[in-house]
C-alpha cells in the first residue's frame, strides 16, 4: 500500500514560505533598523556638535565597529546551529542551551581582547595617518562607549536563541527601547541639559552604554520569565565548560567573523582614506554611509530570517525547503534596495539634510560632498543586498569558509583597490573610494548567488534519509 505524505512533512508552497519569512523577518528588520538608529541618533546629535566633532566620532565608530562585527560573526554561528536544531528535533532543549551557553563562552573570549585594543584608539589612528586632532577626540569618543560591546554581543546571543525559535518580537520592543534611552541620554549629557554636564563626545559614549546595558537587561528578563523561553534554563550553570560545544562554534564562527570584518574594514578604510582627502570628505562620507546602512537594515533582516529558514531545512535534509527559504528572502530583499536605490536618486539633498543643515554656509562643502556620495551610492543598492542575503543562505547550509574567501576578494582586492586607485590614481576624490564600494559589492554578489546556484553539485544540502 502506498501511503500519503503526511501534510505536515511536505515541502511548504511558496505562499505559505513567503509568510513564514516575512513573519520572522519583519521584526528582526525592525530590530536590525533600532541598532542603527541608536548610532545614526550618535551622528545626528554629535554632527550638531559642528564637522569637526563628526568626522572624530565617524573615525572612532567605525574602528569600534570593525572590531564588534568580528565578534558578532563569531556569535552569529549560534543562529544556524540552533536552526538546524529545530529543524531536526522540534523539541529540543539541551543541544540549544548548550550552543546558547557556548556563545556567552565566546563572548566573554573575544570582548577583553578587543577592549584593550580600543583603548589605544588615538595612537591607531595616528599610526594611520589621520589627524592629531581628530584621532584625540576619537579616543575620548572611544574610551567612554567600548564598554557597550559585551553588553551588545550578549544581547546578540539571546536574539540568535530567540530568532531561531522564530519568535523575534521580543528583540524588536527590546530594541525600540534601546534607540528611545539613547536618544534621551545623549539630549542629556552631550549638551548638558536639565541640569546634567555637558560631556559632548564622551556623553555619546556614555549613552550607548546605557542603551545596551538597559537591552541586555530586558532580554534576559524576557528568556527567564517567557513560557515558552524559560524551559531553555539559559543561564543555568553558564559557567560551565563545554569544549566540543564552543570548538564547533568556534569552526563555524570564525569564517562569518572574518567575512564580517572584511565588509566592515572595507568601509572602515574608507573612512582613513577620506581622511586623507579632507575632514569635509570624512563628515560627508559619515552622512552617505547612515543612510545606507538605515537601508541596509532590511536585507541585513531578511538574511537573518534566510539563516533560520535554510538552517531549518538543512536540519531536516530537506532541499524543496531549503531552496524555498533561500529564494523567497533572495527577491524580497532585492526587491526592496532596488526601490531604496530609485529613492536616493530621486532625493539625494533632501536625504542629505537629514544629517547636516544645507542652509549653513558652513557646510557647503560637506552637503555638496554628500549628495554626490548618495547618487553612487544608490547605485549598489541592490548589490548590497543581494551580496548579504546570499550570505544568509549559505549560512543556513553551514557553508562560511568559502563564502569568506569571496569577501576577501571582493571587498579588498575589488573594492579598495579599485577605489584607491580612481580616487588618487585618476583624481577621482571621495567618488573614487564610493565607486569602488560598489564595484566590490557586485563582485561579491554574483559570487555568492552563483555558489548557492551550485549547492547540490557541491553536497552543500544533506541528503535526505531513505525508506527503512
Known amino acids: 500500500m502506498i501511503h500519503a505524505r503526511p501534510l505536515s512533512d511536505r515541502p511548504p508552497p511558496w505562499r505559505r514560505e513567503l509568510g513564514a519569512t516575512v513573519r520572522l523577518a519583519w521584526p528582526l528588520v525592525l530590530t536590525n533598523l533600532t541598532m542603527s538608529l541608536i548610532g545614526a541618533s550618535d551622528v545626528l546629535m554629535i554632527g550638531w556638535l559642528g564637522p569637526t566633532q563628526l568626522a572624530a566620532a565617524s573615525l572612532g565608530f567605525n574602528f569600534s565597529m570593525l572590531l564588534a562585527i568580528f565578534g558578532m560573526g563569531l556569535i552569529t554561528a549560534a543562529s544556524p546551529m540552533m536552526a538546524s536544531e529545530v529543524g531536526r528535533r522540534s523539541n529540543s532543549v539541551r543541544d540549544i542551551r548548550r550552543t546558547f551557553r557556548q556563545a556567552l563562552w565566546l563572548t566573554a573570549a573575544v570582548s577583553i581582547p578587543m577592549m584593550l585594543i580600543l583603548w589605544h584608539t588615538g595612537a591607531v589612528l595616528r599610526l594611520l595617518g589621520q589627524d592629531e586632532q581628530l584621532a584625540a577626540l576619537a579616543q575620548r569618543y572611544i574610551r567612554a562607549s567600548m564598554w557597550s560591546i559585551p553588553l551588545f554581543l550578549a544581547t546578540l546571543s539571546l536574539r540568535n536563541f530567540i530568532a531561531a525559535l522564530e519568535r523575534p518580537l521580543w528583540s524588536l520592543v527590546t530594541g525600540a527601547t534601546g534607540v528611545v534611552a539613547n536618544v534621551v541620554v545623549n539630549y542629556l549629557l552631550i549638551f548638558g541639559n536639565?541640569?546634567?554636564?555637558?560631556?559632548?563626545?564622551?556623553?555619546?559614549?556614555?549613552?550607548?552604554?546605557?542603551s545596551h546595558a538597559l537591552?541586555?537587561?530586558?532580554?534576559?528578563?524576557?528568556?527567564?520569565?517567557?513560557?515558552?523561553?524559560?524551559?531553555?534554563?539559559?543561564?543555568?550553570?553558564?559557567?560551565?565548560?563545554?569544549?566540543?560545544?564552543?570548538?564547533?562554534?568556534?569552526?563555524?564562527?570564525?569564517?562569518?567573523?572574518?567575512?564580517?570584518?572584511?565588509?566592515?574594514?572595507?568601509?572602515?578604510?574608507?573612512?582613513?582614506?577620506?581622511?586623507?582627502?579632507?575632514?569635509?570628505?570624512?563628515?560627508?562620507?559619515?552622512?552617505?554611509?547612515?543612510?545606507?546602512?538605515?537601508?541596509f537594515m532590511v536585507p541585513m533582516g531578511l538574511a537573518q530570517a534566510a539563516t533560520v529558514r535554510v538552517g531549518i531545512g538543512h536540519g531536516r535534509a530537506d532541499a524543496a525547503h531549503v531552496r524555498q527559504a533561500g529564494w523567497t528572502a533572495f527577491w524580497l530583499g532585492t526587491g526592496f534596495m532596488a526601490a531604496m536605490a530609485a529613492l536616493m536618486l530621486a532625493i539625494p539633498g533632501p536625504l542629505a539634510g537629514l544629517f547636516i543643515d544645507r542652509s549653513d554656509p558652513a557646510n557647503a562643502e560637506v552637503a555638496a560632498l554628500a549628495v554626490s556620495f548618495l547618487v553612487i551610492a544608490a547605485l549598489f543598492q541592490v548589490f548590497d543586498g543581494a551580496q548579504v542575503i546570499a550570505q544568509g543562505m549559505l549560512r543556513g547550509l553551514h557553508d562560511t569558509f568559502v563564502p569568506m574567501l569571496f569577501a576577501l576578494f571582493g571587498y579588498w582586492i575589488v573594492g579598495i583597490g579599485v577605489g584607491a586607485w580612481l580616487a588618487f590614481g585618476r583624481g577621482w576624490g571621495g567618488v573614487g573610494i564610493w565607486t569602488g564600494l560598489a564595484t566590490g559589492l557586485g563582485i561579491v554578489a554574483v559570487l555568492m548567488l552563483a555558489r548557492w546556484l551550485l549547492r547540490d553539485r557541491l553536497g552543500l544540502v544533506p541528503a535526505a534519509p531513505g525508506p527503512d
Open 194 to 210: 536639565h541640569g546634567f554636564p555637558r560631556l559632548e563626545l564622551v556623553g555619546a559614549g556614555v549613552a550607548s552604554v546605557a
Open 215 to 295: 537591552m541586555l537587561a530586558l532580554m534576559a528578563l524576557v528568556v527567564t520569565r517567557d513560557r515558552q523561553f524559560r524551559r531553555y534554563r539559559l543561564f543555568g550553570r553558564w559557567w560551565r565548560s563545554d569544549w566540543q560545544r564552543f570548538r564547533q562554534m568556534a569552526r563555524l564562527g570564525l569564517p562569518i567573523a572574518v567575512s564580517h570584518s572584511f565588509e566592515a574594514g572595507v568601509f572602515t578604510a574608507a573612512v582613513l582614506l577620506m581622511g586623507w582627502i579632507s575632514t569635509a570628505a570624512v563628515a560627508a562620507h559619515a552622512v552617505a554611509l547612515q543612510l545606507a546602512s538605515l537601508t
